[in-house]
């Protein structure tokens, strides 16, 4: 039983919710059960690997219509990785300098396609929402 | 095998409707450009490679194309009030 369970179970008991809010929120808990309602983490861990990365800035009502949307398959970023296994040792180590000087100490030789990998995997559980006095960002995986 | 997008949807400013680009008609003009260059690629390869560059010519190519098929499915919407940027690759 996981701790999400748990915590439902002990919510009915101290009855701060009902039987069948109860059994609502505990049929939400069992994983692979679609119920329609999933967040798009959610969907993404049923569905298999997550297929793209979103980036929301939506205004908050009446903070005017400035937004955001973007949607960056993954496939593209695992694109992008390909590349830099090919850059040059020579020119890592310009890059890594000018990281330096940025007072950022990161070595560009030490990204991998596999480390990205379970990147992407931990990506399915994750999602950011910030609300901030105009805006709202959202940011997930799909 | 994924295939590169065919269409792109291209939106600047205020238009009211987006301009659609037909990018399918360009990819046997790319594909016949790939094969005509494809022995001078192969020698610059050759040439760049006590340099450490041969490599990356080698395979520019293979990873050009599959960050053109990776391009698929890229939507960016940027409305910042008075500027409208949207760009979407079907």
């Known amino acids: ?142 | 095998m994924t295939c590169p997008p065919w269409l792109l949807r291209l939106g600047i400013g205020r238009r009211r409707f987006p301009i659609w680009l037909p990018l399918f008609l360009l990819w046997p003009l790319a594909a016949a450009l790939a094969i005509v260059l494809a022995p001078l690629v192969l020698l610059l390869a050759l040439i760049l490679r006590p340099l450490g560059w041969g490599r990356l010519v080698l395979l520019s190519g293979p990873l050009l194309f599959r960050f053109l098929c990776a391009l698929r499915g890229l939507e960016v919407n940027l409305n910042l009030g008075s500027r409208l940027l949207q760009i979407s690759f079907k």
């Open chain 1, 1 to 142: 039983m996981s701790d999400s369970q748990k915590r439902i179970l002990d919510l009915l008991a101290e009855k701060k919710i009902s039987v069948d809010e109860a059994q609502r929120l505990l049929s939400l808990t069992e994983p692979g059960k679609d119920t329609g309602t999933q967040g798009p983490e959610e969907s993404a861990g049923t569905k298999g690997k997550p297929r793209y990365f979103r980036v929301q800035v939506q205004p908050e009502a009446g903070s005017g219509k400035e937004s955001v949307n973007v949607r960056i398959p993954m496939a593209l970023i695992h694109a992008g990785m390909k590349l830099t296994s090919l850059i040059p040792g020579h020119a890592s180590d310009e890059v890594n300098e000018a990281l330096r000087e940025k007072g950022i100490d990161f070595d560009v030789r030490n990204l991998k396609p596999e480390d990205f990998e379970e990147l992407v995997a931990a990506l399915t559980d994750l999602e950011v929402d910030v609300k901030g006095g105009r805006e709202k960002v959202h940011i997930y995986v799909e």
